[in-house]
């Protein structure tokens, strides 16, 4: 089972397919539906097939993909998750919308540009303290490849010049945008910036915050979406898989205690270091 194809079980498309939600009408990235909870029959549940969310206007019932199945289905959201992504997914309503709304580049390239953006980038002294003091060596942090989040506005519009005169393009890449004098930059937090791979490529950037952000995460995504041509970044979830054993694990008739689901990046890193012979998944926003 390929990663996509995990995301795709995981869709709030399929999941209103598995539910058999009665579609109303849809708009861009949003479907409206019947809602199961109040039974409103106007559309007025929302469901963002780019966050996997949906919310009832009516109702107020709110939440993730995940979340909605197992609702639905009186289990619990581990056991959603498990049942999701051992069942055939059913999303082509979803391919349909993304194709439409996502102006995200490739994995491949935005791969090319990510490893270039964090090659001309450091990791500074306090950062790889942290991270010595959670349990990494300098070699995995440097094969993980951790680095600083520059603030510098200069410093950043430098670092995106050198990326264009390489030959690449920003737009399209969550996390860049380009300022009041269209000079290209990125989203800044005082942080450690932490690769998201899938497929082996870099396909997106966690930010693990030095302070924490509205009290309950110190971890965030590297987007972009509200910022004159930036990116969204998707909600990726990320899964590590053990060294020897490869994709082919997941598609086995999974034994739960071989999946350790972890909320934060630099946990699953960790995690996956001490416990190679297992699954590490970072799921956002869903609370197993
Ligand atoms: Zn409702």
Redesign the pocket.
């Known amino acids: 089972m390929k990663n996509n194809d995990i995301y795709n079980c995981l869709s709030i498309v399929n999941v209103k397919n598995k539910l058999g939600l009665q579609e109303i009408h849809s708009l861009g990235n949003i479907i409206y539906v019947r ?6 029959t106007n559309g ?2 929302k469901l963002n097939t780019l966050n996997n969310s949906y919310i ?6 709110s939440g993730y993909a995940i979340g909605l199945y197992a609702k639905n289905k009186y289990i619990t959201n581990k056991e959603a998750y498990i049942r999701l992504i051992k069942d055939s997914c059913e999303v082509e309503d979803n391919i349909r919308t993304s194709i439409v709304i996502n102006n995200k580049k490739s994995n491949e390239e935005l791969d090319d540009v990510y490893r270039i953006f964090l090659n001309l980038l450091t990791l500074n002294d306090i950062h790889k303290n942290k991270l010595l003091k959670l349990g990494f060596t300098l070699e995995d942090t440097k094969r993980i490849g951790f680095k600083s989040i520059p603030t510098n506005e200069n410093t950043k519009i430098a670092i995106c010049k050198k990326i264009i005169k390489n030959g690449y393009e920003l737009c399209g890449v969550p996390g860049f945008f380009q300022d009041q004098r269209l000079r290209w930059n990125f989203v800044s937090h005082s942080g450690i910036f932490i690769p998201v791979i899938d497929n082996c490529k870099i396909v997106s950037l966690r930010i693990h915050l030095d302070k924490m952000y509205s009290t309950d995460t110190s971890d965030i995504w590297f987007s972009s979406n509200n910022k004159y041509n930036g990116t969204k970044a998707s909600n990726n979830i990320m899964i590590l898989y053990p060294e020897k054993e490869k994709i082919h694990l997941i598609k086995d008739n999974r034994n739960v205690n071989n999946i350790i689901i972890v909320s934060e990046m630099l946990l699953a890193y960790k995690i996956h270091k001490q416990y190679r012979d297992k699954i590490v998944i970072r799921s956002t926003k869903c609370n197993f």
């Open positions: 809602c199961p909870f109040c039974n409103s007025a549940m009832c206007k009516d109702c107020g019932e």
